[in-house]
């Protein structure tokens, strides 16, 4: 080796082998032979086998996937779980209505007969997981392209699955890492009769609202309770009256010990999303082309619904959890780009690659391989930058709409009325359903904050979305109106069926083969299926051949930083697996001369309160406590009631409601959110500035014990003081 590339070879190692610690989301089966290690040698006492075993019962099994996309964790040998109030949002919000508030008011079951069932809502456990990756590959060669290649994958995939659940009630699933280079094999055990046991009022789980979201300090209570019920053999059954409390083989044990600054944590959850490995032109396409377009159309929706909302009560609990979650998105947005920018994100990519290309030239062997691949990627974001940007204005513009998106699923009734082979039976039981589910919508639905979204939405899209990829009736229609988006407001509201629960539900309830032809006529439903069928016909093939060639670029391109990287230890990205971060409890600098403490206290609650605005009332029995001070075995040694803690675990969004561990593996807090400056982690950790989000257990049990007066609840915890 020439002198050059010995010291290039040299720097590289370093570089990579520099231990950061917190980043990464690992894989609980391969702890023992990548962490265990190093989280013992950063304080932690538990072994890997404690954490995950299939041996034994292991702390993996007071670990759940709550509802698709939140994690939850049990705590009493009953089946009762925790999870975040965010996460319990929309069910505490289905209970709720102006006479039973308990969104406002909090909720409590007394007793076990008062817990109430969710249709709908499920838990997952992760019974086991294995390496498939041979398996998975069998038959697959690199000559074949993407499209072959994955086709024998899924075949095998399919055969694994049949073979992991046969005999068993489990299910099974066969996921990709590192962009396809490695296959696992998840058998899980699924329980759909989950109960609803308690949730704080509002103002304490989701204190401080959206403006606090994504920020720290916080101060928010963000936890609520549920209950897994079994059938009496303890196995998954659908909900009925005669189930009974699920028997975990493992709950947490809570420590009310306490942390410091330094000690040892652990997030153990179900992550989403990440892409740590994508080339600089992936990064911006996200932080500088579609977030900004995203977050200009979610503010307009915001500004909208906010200001409905705040002149009226019902509103607010119509559109609450919609807003929340429009805001929570464009918020994360917001922090993402800024955090990519901070840390000059492009160009440390930029510098990788050219080092990458260096390398990959540097041998015959590894140009033929990964010499073409940068410029390939280049050449395929160009072309693809202004469809994903014309698509945001579509996914989050247009479909920003309730109604378009709502009319749409008229669509299987329309299909049904033209098929002969459909009998008239079938058709009203269609319509039976549609009956149901117009009922919940509207429920949830203001026309005239839809109006007014409607007149926003569409002039922002006619006037900035690309002309030569809009969707052709939305241009035309705009056309035929002379651009004058009132008038066509007016009118489509006016004229729609879709919009108005009472005139619908006529319509619905006389239905006959025939009137299919009001609906093909209506406006609102035109307007959705030329949206609809636009997506299908020209942005799905795009979509889709940019997807197919992206996948097989991105596979290769992990593979080859493996190869260029040996000794790097690569994490794979989240994809709703469940997975271990590590790090310290932390304070940051998130600012010129600002630096952030670790901890919150019930003190700055009441530095926050402002009776005048929403998000900063103070529920009135928790200030009594307050002024009694009387925190019980919950206050800190430092006497005071801590309420949350940041950490340099690595987390995004799925890890809402994880546990939080202490050395012990011990229950010390609840997920709940990441700092603001550390957003991008999604697409890169920084140590320095990317926190996890805590809600201390203390402070949890003390609401649910001194406030709620549920001691029932805290009686059935196993607690370490
Ligand atoms: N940012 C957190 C997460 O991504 C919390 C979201 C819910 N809270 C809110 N105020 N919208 O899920
Ligand atoms: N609140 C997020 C969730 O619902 C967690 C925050 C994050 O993205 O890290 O999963």
């Known amino acids: ?97 102006l006479e039973h508030d308990y969104l406002t008011n909090g909720f409590w079951a007394q007793r076990m007969e008062e817990e109430l069932p969710n249709p709908g809502l499920s838990v997952t456990f992760l019974v086991r997981m294995e390496d498939v990756t041979t398996q998975t590959l069998k038959g697959v060669n690199d000559k074949m392209n993407q499209k072959v290649r994955d086709s024998i994958i899924q075949a095998n995939c399919k055969a694994l699955i049949k073979e992991a659940v046969k005999g068993t009630q489990y299910t099974a699933q066969v996921k990709p890492f590192y962009s396809g280079n490695q296959f696992y094999l998840f058998v899980s055990e699924t329980f759909t009769d989950v109960r609803l046991v308690g949730a704080p009022p509002s103002n304490i789980g989701k204190f401080g609202g959206d403006t606090d979201n994504w920020m720290w300090p916080r101060h928010t209570g963000d936890f609520s309770m549920f209950r897994i019920y079994a059938g009496k053999d303890n196995k998954p059954a659908e909900y009925s009256k005669d189930n009974v409390p699920y028997k975990p083989a493992k709950h947490l044990t809570i420590s009310l010990k306490g942390i410091k600054e330094g000690d040892f944590t652990f997030v153990y959850g179900f992550p989403g999303t990440t892409q740590e490995y994508i080339p600089s032109y992936a990064v911006d396409m996200t932080a500088f082309q579609r977030n900004p377009i995203a977050i200009g159309l979610r503010q307009q929706r915001l500004d909208i619904i906010d200001n409905a909302m705040n002149n009226d009560k019902l509103t607010r609990i119509q559109y609450s959890a919609k807003a929340a979650g429009i805001a929570n998105t464009w918020k994360k947005m917001i922090g993402e780009t800024r955090g990519i920018k901070r840390l000059d994100g492009i160009e440390k990519k930029q510098a990788f690659e050219k080092d990458f290309q260096q390398w990959a030239q540097s041998n015959p062997g590894t140009n033929a391989r990964y010499g073409q691949l940068l410029p390939a990627f280049d050449k395929v974001f160009a072309a693809y930058v202004p469809v994903n940007n014309a698509y945001t204005y579509l996914t989050e513009g247009l479909l920003g709409v309730e109604m378009l998106r709502f009319v749409y699923g008229y669509n299987n009734l329309v299909k049904m009325c033209s098929d002969k082979s459909k009998t008239d039976v079938e058709i009203s039981k269609l319509v039976e359903a549609l009956k149901t589910s117009a009922g919940a919508f509207f429920k949830n639905y203001n026309r005239n904050v839809d109006t007014r979204l409607f007149e926003t939405l569409i ?53 006959v083969r025939k009137d299919v032809r009001k609906i093909e006529k209506d406006l609102s439903y035109i307007l959705a299926s030329g949206i609809y069928t636009y997506s299908q016909n020209t942005f799905y093939p795009l979509v889709s051949a940019f997807t197919t060639t992206n996948d097989s670029l ?160 805290v009686d059935e915890m196993t607690i370490a003081e």
């Open 459 to 511: 002039t922002t899209y006619t006037q900035s979305c690309e002309t030569g990829l809009q969707v052709p009736v939305v241009k035309e229609t705009a056309a035929k109106y002379k651009g004058n988006i009132k008038a066509w407001t007016s009118d489509l509201y006016k004229k729609t069926i879709f919009a108005d629960s009472v005139k619908l539900n006529a319509f619905l309830s006389g239905f």
């Open 1 to 97: 080796m020439k002198l050059k590339s010995v010291l290039f070879a040299i720097s590289l190692t370093l570089l990579t082998n520099l231990s950061r610690a917190g980043e990464g989301m690992w894989l609980p089966l391969l702890l023992s032979q990548l962490n265990e290690k190093e989280m013992r040698d950063m304080g932690m006492r538990i072994t890997a086998e404690d954490i995950y075993s299939i041996n034994h019962s292991s702390l993996k099994d007071a670990i759940v996937l709550f509802g698709g996309g939140c994690t939850g964790e049990l705590v009493s040998d009953q089946g009762l779980m925790l999870t975040n109030h965010h996460c319990g949002y929309s069910n505490i919000q289905k209970h709720s209505s």
């Open 554 to 713: 991105q596979r290769l391109y992990i593979a080859a930083q493996m190869e260029m990287q040996p000794d790097k230890r690569f994490y794979p990205d989240a994809n709703s697996t469940l997975r271990v971060a590590y790090g310290n409890v932390k304070s940051y600098l998130p600012a010129d001369a600002v630096e952030y403490k670790w901890f919150t206290t019930l003190d700055g609650i009441m530095q926050k309160e402002n009776p005048d605005i929403y998000d900063y009332v103070v529920e009135p029995r928790l200030k009594e406590l307050y002024n009694l001070h009387d925190y019980g075995r919950y206050a800190d040694a430092d006497k005071s009631m801590h309420v949350g803690f940041i950490a340099s675990n690595h987390t995004t969004g799925g890890n809402s409601g994880s546990p939080v561990l202490n050395a012990d593996g011990q229950l010390i807090g609840l997920n709940f959110d990441r700092c603001w400056e550390g957003t991008m982690s999604d697409l890169m950790y920084d140590p320095d500035q990317c926190r996890n989000i805590t809600l201390d257990i203390r402070y949890c049990l003390f609401i649910i014990d001194k406030m709620a007066g549920a001691r029932r609840l």
